[in-house]
């Protein structure tokens, strides 16, 4: 049985250099390089001053490789993130140990992580708010999930020509304003080909052993029975909306500056009472057939015509636009009901509520269950069931 026989380090080797003073050996040199770490791990009461380049994304206060104090010092480490353990053992053959960081937890789906990494910002770096924290996973996982949306009940105006040629010259005006107004352009404004009332939003699946009641086809069925009872309501007379209020919702800190979407609808009145009646009789209808999506809140009848949701290019925040501004173009004051005046955007008390307008009167001729997000031929929600009303 051979015996193994420790091999020692080179001797130092001390020589005179033309200024009299000893010199060290490249061997010396090599084994006093690790000499500053380890004399930043011999003081306990304050973190060694590492060779990285900054500190690590997950490191807390103190106990980074910076100047921090209270900290334990950490082993620095060099551009290609080993330790200088890594270097010692790559010349020397043995395999150096694994270095786990002290102030990382384990991450798990059910932790409170209140100590999460900040975001990054635009160049992969921490954003503006790099020391803020984010919210606890917890809270986040209390929210329901969310459903896919599929199909939304709708009254459509689009589809009547003359409804578009009122409406084109209005969108198309608040578009060109001079000066533009902050926060509009083309890809918030939506086209009057798309424009309808929302009675209810679904989440339908074509017909499957899995989704044997929310189809498609069984919302179809519940529609067309839906017919009789409307015709038998309405006693003859014709659907009609008046678009005689325009408004916006909730703004952004209750700012009209940073509000997010404008609607026109109808103002009170009896048209609006038979309209409301019968979006009402359908919604519920729906509801009570199990194939609405539920929400707790009344039917608010808008036909939306400003939307920052679908601003193009999509960006992490929505982008709002300046309510004020619209008031005081021209575009408005085009379209504003007679004796009806606007404070412009310099206005110290700015009106609130429904603006009076005058966008005209128009039938309701069937109701329609629309594909969410669809484009037609011409722009159109595509209509996947249609109820007819006259």
Same mark, same amino acid.
């Given at each position: 049985?051979?015996?193994?026989?420790?091999?020692?380090?080179?001797?130092?080797?001390?020589?005179?250099?033309?200024?009299? %003073?000893?010199?060290?050996?490249?061997?010396?040199?090599?084994?006093?390089?690790?000499?500053?770490?380890?004399?930043?791990?011999?003081?306990?009461?304050?973190?060694?001053?590492?060779?990285?380049?900054?500190?690590?994304?997950?490191?807390?206060?103190?106990?980074?490789? !910076?100047? !921090?104090?209270?900290?334990?010092?950490?082993?620095?480490?060099?551009?290609?993130?080993?330790?200088?353990?890594? %270097?010692?053992?790559?010349?020397?053959?043995?395999?150096?140990?694994?270095?786990?960081?002290?102030?990382?937890?384990?991450?798990?789906?059910?932790?409170?992580?209140?100590?999460?990494?900040?975001?990054?910002?635009?160049?992969?770096?921490?954003?503006?708010?790099?020391?803020?924290?984010?919210?606890?996973?917890?809270?986040?996982?209390?929210?329901?999930?969310?459903?896919?949306?599929?199909?939304?009940?709708?009254?459509?105006?689009?589809?009547?020509?003359?409804?578009?040629?009122?409406?084109?010259?209005?969108?198309?005006?608040?578009?060109?304003?001079?000066?533009?107004?902050?926060?509009?352009?083309?890809?918030?404004?939506?086209?009057?080909?798309?424009?309808?009332?929302?009675?209810?939003?679904?989440?339908?699946?074509?017909?499957?052993?899995?989704?044997?009641?929310?189809?498609?086809?069984?919302?179809?069925?519940?529609?067309?029975?839906?017919?009789?009872?409307?015709?038998?309501?309405?006693?003859?007379?014709?659907?009609?909306?008046?678009?005689?209020?325009?408004?916006?919702?909730?703004?952004?800190?209750?700012?009209?500056?940073?509000?997010?979407?404008?609607?026109?609808?109808?103002?009170?009145?009896?048209?609006?009472?038979?309209?409301?009646?019968?979006?009402?009789?359908?919604?519920?209808?729906?509801?009570?057939?199990?194939?609405?999506?539920?929400?707790?809140?009344?039917?608010?009848?808008?036909?939306?015509?400003?939307?920052?949701?679908?601003?193009?290019?999509?960006?992490?925040?929505?982008?709002?636009?300046?309510?004020?501004?619209?008031?005081?173009?021209?575009?408005?004051?085009?379209?504003?009901?007679?004796?009806?005046?606007?404070?412009?955007?310099?206005?110290? %008390?700015?009106?609130?509520?429904?603006?009076?307008?005058?966008?005209?009167?128009?039938?309701?001729?069937?109701?329609?269950?629309?594909?969410?997000?669809?484009?037609?031929?011409?722009?159109?929600?595509?209509?996947?069931?249609?109820?007819?009303?006259?």
């Amino acid at each position: 049985m051979s015996e193994t026989v420790g091999i020692p380090p080179p001797p130092t080797t001390t020589t005179a250099s033309t200024a009299g %003073k000893p010199t060290v050996d490249s061997g010396a040199a090599a084994s006093s390089a690790v000499s500053p770490s380890s004399e930043a791990g011999a003081s306990p009461g304050r973190g060694g001053r590492g060779r990285g380049r900054g500190r690590g994304r997950w490191h807390r206060r103190g106990t980074g490789r !910076g100047r !921090g104090r209270g900290g334990t010092p950490r082993p620095a480490r060099d551009q290609d993130g080993e330790g200088n353990d890594a %270097k010692e053992a790559e010349s020397s053959g043995t395999p150096a140990p694994a270095v786990v960081p002290q102030d990382v937890k384990e991450r798990a789906p059910d932790v409170d992580d209140t100590e999460a990494p900040p975001a990054a910002g635009p160049a992969g770096g921490p954003s503006d708010g790099a020391t803020a924290q984010r919210r606890p996973w917890k809270e986040s996982q209390e929210r329901p999930p969310r459903v896919k949306l599929t199909h939304f009940i709708a009254l459509p105006l689009g589809h009547n020509p003359a409804f578009r040629e009122k409406l084109a010259p209005f969108t198309s005006a608040l578009l060109a304003a001079e000066p533009a107004i902050p926060g509009l352009d083309a890809s918030v404004v939506v086209s009057p080909r798309r424009m309808h009332f929302t009675l209810g939003v679904m989440s339908l699946h074509r017909l499957s052993p899995d989704a044997p009641i929310k189809t498609l086809e069984e919302a179809t069925r519940v529609l067309q029975e839906l017919k009789p009872k409307i015709l038998t309501m309405l006693n003859g007379e014709r659907l009609r909306v008046s678009l005689d209020n325009m408004d916006i919702m909730k703004p952004y800190r209750g700012d009209p500056k940073q509000a997010n979407v404008m609607w026109v609808g109808p103002a009170e009145g009896e048209s609006t009472d038979r309209l409301m009646a019968v979006g009402n009789l359908i919604k519920k209808t729906f509801e009570d057939a199990g194939l609405l999506v539920h929400e707790d809140r009344p039917l608010k009848l808008h036909c939306t015509v400003v939307n920052t949701i679908y601003r193009e290019p999509p960006r992490r925040f929505r982008q709002p636009f300046s309510y004020p501004a619209i008031l005081a173009s021209e575009a408005v004051k085009s379209v504003l009901a007679p004796n009806e005046v606007v404070e412009t955007q310099d206005a110290e %008390k700015p009106k609130k509520g429904p603006v009076k307008i005058d966008l005209g009167e128009w039938d309701i001729d069937e109701v329609q269950i629309c594909e969410m997000g669809s484009h037609g031929a011409e722009g159109e929600y595509v209509a996947a069931a249609r109820c007819p009303l006259v």
